[in-house]
């Protein structure tokens, strides 16, 4: 079985003089789409977006990106129709089979952000147990399924309600949201040409770069990330603050 998680070092001078973002995230969106334009049902883009994830996920892990997010299936994505819905579930069940194969090889710890509460008690439990036996290792995937960003955010603040938390933080805040053993995320990719956040992220995406292409997911390559990583090397992070260049402090 293929490796998922593969890290290997990168010779490609371009690659190195890149900044690589300590965290990824990417909207995969278009697999629909994808299927559409071949006259093809949509489960068949899903199934061809499963596959490329798993090919940027070890690209990403070559590059040494240390923390990567996913949306694989969001609270509104119950919608869509039964047929669909069911053929996601089952990609899922074959990460899951993937995951358990690559774990001691790979050591990537995987969490799911989201609610498992509507999942089938045999994929609850599977979930369950993948983030439990991958707890040990420090390179994390966050799996988006199941996932709103209002909800997580809702949900954060009711566990602090349930702690009896009077005054609330930002920062009691982020230590109760899904993603809190990850830095928010540096780069932000969204497939498909949709210039949207689509309910991903909202806490943790004030400060992260994005970037946008036309690509639809199935379609995207190594060079497409590469092409996402460059445009955010090129981009200075304020913060909402001021970055002195070099020039100016010698004024």
Partial sequence: MASIFSIKKKSSKTTRELHIPEHIAF?????????KSRSMPREYGHSKGA????????YCGELGVKHITVYAFSTENWKRPENEVNAIMKLLAKFMDEAFADLE????????????????????????????????????LNVAFNYGGRDEIVHACNELIKEGVTTITPELISSHLYTRLS??????????????????LMWQ???????????????????????????YSGRE?????VVEKKEDAKS
């Avoid at 909207?27 to 299927?35: E, L, Q, V």
């Avoid at 830095?183 to 991903?200: H, K, M, Q, W």
Wanted: no cysteine.
């Fill in 105 to 140: 090889k790979e050591k990537v710890r995987v969490i799911f952000l989201g609610s498992k509460e509507p999942f089938s008690a045999e994929l609850r439990e599977r979930m369950e147990k993948l983030e439990r036996d991958s707890s040990v290792y420090e390179r994390i």
């Fill in 205 to 231: 995406s004030a400060y992260s770069e994005f970037y946008f292409t036309d690509k639809l997911w199935p379609d995207m390559t190594h060079e497409d990330v590469d092409a996402a990583i460059a445009a």
């Fill in 51 to 58: 596959d490329v994830f798993r090919d940027i996920i070890r």
């Fill in 27 to 35: 909207i995969m969106d278009g697999n629909g789409r994808w299927a």
């Fill in 183 to 200: 830095p928010d995320p540096d780069l932000i990719v969204r497939t498909a040409g949709e210039y949207r956040i689509s309910n991903f």
């Fill in 237 to 241: 992070r304020r913060y909402g603050g």
